[in-house]
């Protein structure tokens, strides 16, 4: 998956119940199906244009939202900052090294 479909992804899993239900069926279909535009198009009968225009007023308002609350940017940073707690504590052998090397794991599975 390449890098914008990926991040629109991350993004619909956020705020894609704020989506009206022709945008989500759009994220959906493009995105995580993977479905071509003129695909869309004739599963649900409008134009090529029309998804297109679906996708990209749905692209506009996850931005936006993103902008304003940043959850897909404040989880990045989480994970990459419990990652790098759990590998300065990885090879310890103090019991409660331990337990925050498996408690910043189960911190990743959560996050992931």
Partial sequence: MNEKKLYFSQLYDYYGALLS???KYAIEMYYN???SLSEIAESIGITRQGVRDQLKHAEDFLNECEK???FADKLRRALILTEEI???SK??????MQEIFLKSASVI????
């Fill in 109 to 112: 599975e959560l996050l992931s």
């Fill in 33 to 35: 199906d993977d479905l």
């Fill in 91 to 96: 090879d310890k052998k103090d019991a409660e």
């Fill in 21 to 23: 239900d022709k945008q």
């Fill in 86 to 88: 759990q590998a300065l």
């Fill in 68 to 70: 304003k609350l940043g």
